[in-house]
């Protein structure tokens, strides 16, 4: 099959006017110009898009489908930890099939804006052989074991028998706050990729470093071991539990830093930052440190986080409420951070998140038009997509 657009962006060099891919079963097998394309496959069926952009697949390297259905439901709180009150009130609200049922809302969802792979997390591994994902999906199991971190290893085994059978999955030690050292140590001798929020609200900050603040009250009253405070930050905190092992985690927010947190960062090469622009608004967090973690050469993705604290799951939309603040980023290195980015944070940079001969073929097509330079039309889009390709198979 040959598909031909009025553009390919291949975030692999120039976009290509008037180009074309060719495709064998689930990959890309020749890039270019349309002309050239279709005489080297002179008897390959041909899908003419139009005038639209060939775009690789979006890439939503942080989401919790399990809480599609909190949309709209939980309203700005007054500090992080009533925001944990609120949602768990919610969530003792719902039952396994309202689970089901949300995460599956939730990827209709995801693919309708042109995500084609997601990392999604959730607390509820036992209901994924309930779930047909449409798209391509990293399972990541939430652990948590703030009550009983006795139980950490059997925690982590648990997560692990209902995750084997996915061909993509890792876990996710849900934050230091709630994650003992142990649950991060076992998690990180088993797990091929972890995730954990991480340094995400001045109350976590406040708790690490001060001991005091509203979450420190709310996890003292719960029971939790308030030893490890008043010491370190919670990147400092991070950096411990994690060890030496210098595994592959995708470290999600990093709101809240102290300038010598930097310096720990830089050290390890495996880690990736995932930073969401509307969650983060929600929440009234402290400006984003893009500028200092560029910098220091970070791996910087755009995600959604949840519906319990965004309006939807639009990467689109990401997009524009990142440049809205850094708007000396241009859109080019923008749209980097929903494709080549995520890719490499799932270690999967020589297959997804580029339009490349010998990539799987994951693709998204949107219309263009108007006079703004060709990226700032891209993320200007509003959505729904309505032609995708995952795997080679046209789904939309």
Same mark, same amino acid.
């Given at each position: 099959?040959?598909?031909?657009?009025?553009?390919?962006?291949?975030?692999?060099? !120039?976009?290509?006017?008037?180009?074309?891919?060719?495709?064998?079963?689930?990959? %890309?097998?020749?890039?270019?110009?349309?002309?050239?394309?279709?005489?080297?496959?002179?008897?390959?069926?041909?899908?003419?898009?139009?005038?639209?952009?060939?775009?690789?697949?979006?890439?939503?390297?942080?989401?919790?489908?399990?809480?599609? $259905?909190?949309?709209?439901?939980?309203?700005?709180?007054?500090?992080?930890?009533?925001?944990?009150?609120?949602?768990?009130?919610?969530?003792?609200?719902?039952?396994?099939?309202?689970?089901?049922?949300?995460?599956?809302?939730?990827?209709?969802?995801?693919?309708?804006? #042109?995500?084609?792979? %997601?990392?999604?997390?959730?607390?509820?591994?036992? %209901?994924?052989?309930?779930?047909? !994902?449409?798209?391509?999906?990293?399972?990541?199991?939430?652990?948590?074991?703030?009550?009983?971190? #006795?139980?950490?290893?059997?925690?982590?085994?648990?997560?692990?028998?209902?995750?084997?059978?996915?061909?993509?999955?890792?876990?996710?030690?849900?934050?230091?706050?709630?994650?003992?050292?142990?649950?991060?140590?076992?998690?990180?001798?088993? !797990?091929?990729?972890?995730?954990?929020?991480?340094?995400?609200?001045?109350?976590?900050?406040?708790?690490?470093?001060?001991?005091? #603040?509203? %979450?420190?009250?709310?996890?003292?009253?719960?029971?939790?071991?308030?030893?490890? $405070?008043?010491?370190?930050?919670?990147?400092?905190?991070?950096?411990?539990?994690?060890? !030496?092992?210098?595994?592959?985690?995708?470290?999600?927010?990093?709101?809240?830093?102290?300038?010598?947190? =930097?310096?720990?960062?830089?050290?390890?090469?495996?880690?990736?930052?995932?930073?969401?622009?509307?969650?983060?608004?929600?929440?009234?967090?402290?400006?984003?440190?893009?500028?200092?973690?560029?910098?220091?050469?970070?791996?910087?993705?755009?995600?959604?986080?949840?519906?319990?604290?965004?309006?939807?799951?639009?990467?689109?939309?990401?997009?524009? #409420?990142?440049?809205?603040?850094?708007?000396?980023?241009?859109?080019?290195?923008?749209?980097?951070?929903?494709?080549?980015?995520?890719?490499?944070?799932?270690?999967?940079?020589?297959?997804?998140?580029?339009?490349?001969?010998?990539?799987?073929?994951?693709?998204?097509?949107?219309?263009?038009?108007?006079?703004?330079?060709? =990226?700032?039309?891209?993320?200007?889009?509003?959505?729904?997509?309505?032609?995708?390709?995952?795997?080679?198979?046209?789904?939309?």
């Amino acid at each position: 099959m040959i598909v031909r657009s009025k553009v390919v962006v291949t975030m692999d060099g !120039a976009p290509i006017e008037n180009g074309a891919v060719a495709i064998s079963r689930e990959r %890309l097998v020749d890039v270019g110009k349309f002309s050239d394309v279709r005489k080297r496959h002179s008897e390959a069926e041909i899908v003419d898009l139009g005038e639209q952009a060939l775009l690789p697949g979006l890439i939503n390297a942080h989401c919790h489908l399990d809480y599609t $259905c909190l949309r709209g439901k939980i309203p700005r709180q007054k500090s992080f930890a009533d925001w944990i009150r609120a949602i768990n009130s919610e969530k003792a609200k719902l039952s396994p099939a309202d689970y089901v049922r949300s995460i599956n809302e939730g990827f209709v969802e995801a693919k309708r804006f #042109g995500t084609t792979t %997601l990392a999604n997390l959730t607390a509820f591994p036992e %209901l994924i052989s309930r779930i047909k !994902a449409p798209i391509r999906t990293w399972w990541f199991a939430e652990l948590i074991d703030v009550r009983d971190p #006795g139980r950490a290893n059997e925690i982590v085994d648990l997560a692990v028998e209902k995750l084997r059978a996915e061909k993509h999955w890792g876990l996710a030690p849900h934050a230091p706050f709630t994650a003992s050292p142990g649950l991060y140590r076992q998690s990180a001798e088993i !797990a091929p990729l972890l995730t954990t929020h991480l340094a995400e609200s001045r109350d976590e900050m406040s708790m690490f470093h001060e001991g005091e #603040g509203e %979450l420190y009250k709310f996890l003292k009253e719960i029971g939790r071991d308030m030893s490890d $405070c008043g010491k370190r930050t919670p990147v400092e905190c991070f950096s411990e539990r994690a060890g !030496a092992s210098n595994r592959p985690y995708l470290l999600v927010h990093l709101n809240e830093l102290a300038e010598n947190d =930097f310096g720990l960062l830089a050290r390890s090469k495996n880690l990736s930052i995932v930073h969401c622009p509307r969650s983060h608004d929600y929440f009234g967090h402290s400006r984003f440190q893009f500028e200092k973690l560029r910098d220091l050469g970070s791996n910087i993705c755009l995600a959604t986080d949840s519906l319990a604290s965004n309006e939807d799951l639009s990467l689109f939309a990401e997009l524009r #409420g990142f440049r809205g603040e850094f708007r000396d980023v241009s859109s080019e290195e923008a749209l980097k951070m929903v494709t080549v980015n995520p890719a490499r944070a799932l270690r999967q940079e020589s297959a997804l998140g580029k339009i490349r001969s010998g990539f799987i073929a994951d693709l998204i097509a949107i219309p263009i038009s108007g006079s703004a330079s060709l =990226f700032d039309r891209i993320i200007g889009f509003g959505g729904p997509i309505n032609w995708s390709m995952i795997g080679g198979r046209i789904v939309a």
